[in-house]
């Protein structure tokens, strides 16, 4: 895993599409506490995303729907 800085010469993406991905990732973030760590850290590169974030974000939306049947059930 690439570490996530400000600068890391990566190609740039569009911010608004990457603005819309972790707000999402933080309302889940919510009912999910275990994603607030890499939510927040996602977070600070909101200004100028490049693909390396884009990819660190596709990896924890590839957890969640891994967790999503996992669960307690309640009879």
């Given at each position: 895993?690439?570490?996530?800085?400000?600068?890391?010469?990566?190609?740039?993406?569009?911010?608004?599409?990457?603005?819309?991905?972790?707000?999402?990732?933080?309302?889940?973030?919510?009912?999910?506490?275990?994603?607030?760590?890499?939510?927040?850290?996602?977070?600070?590169?909101?200004?100028?995303?490049?693909?390396?974030?884009?990819?660190?974000?596709?990896?924890?939306?590839?957890?969640?729907?891994?967790?999503?049947?996992?669960?307690?059930k309640?009879?």
């Open positions: 895993m690439k570490k996530l800085m400000k600068d890391n010469g990566g190609k740039k993406m569009d911010a608004i599409f990457n603005r819309s991905l972790v707000g999402n990732l933080l309302y889940l973030a919510a009912t999910l506490p275990n994603i607030m760590f890499v939510a927040s850290l996602l977070y600070r590169f909101m200004k100028s995303p490049s693909h390396f974030h884009l990819g660190a974000a596709k990896k924890v939306l590839r957890y969640i729907q891994d967790i999503m049947e996992h669960g307690i309640f009879d």
